[in-house]
Nanobody, 120 residues
């Protein structure tokens, strides 16, 4: 089954940290770039960070630069988002989205997301 499953969210105090995971299955993960998105209540889904298939290229939204780190382990079919110095504006459901870059492969749909709540 072609899918991604996000995990690692939770409730954290301002200034705290969380590490999100995105586990892929049913496709050749190493052929896909991976992006993390987030969607706060009543708002659109926004791009947070992107990593290329071999992790050569990485980009971040201005709002998370210097606080978030995207990474991947292709041997484990997993992408990560390390989030530090969290603040209430980071509260959202976080999603990962693979995008095919190399060769042929299936379209990978959105996962269920993982809720991140930053509150004291």
């Amino acid at each position: 089954q072609v899918q991604v499953v996000e995990s690692g969210g939770g409730l954290v105090q301002p200034g705290g940290s969380l590490r999100l995971s995105c586990v892929a299955s049913g496709f050749t993960f190493s052929n896909y770039a991976v992006s993390w998105y987030r969607q706060a209540p009543g708002k659109e889904r926004d791009l947070v960070a992107t990593i290329t298939p071999a992790a050569v290229g990485i980009n971040y939204a201005d709002s998370v630069k210097g606080r978030f780190t995207i990474s991947r382990d292709n041997a484990k079919n997993t992408a990560y988002l390390q989030m530090n110095r969290l603040n209430p504006a980071d509260t959202a459901v976080y999603y990962c989205k693979p995008r095919l870059i190399v060769g042929l492969g299936p379209l990978v749909d959105w996962g269920q997301g993982t809720q991140v709540t930053v509150s004291s």
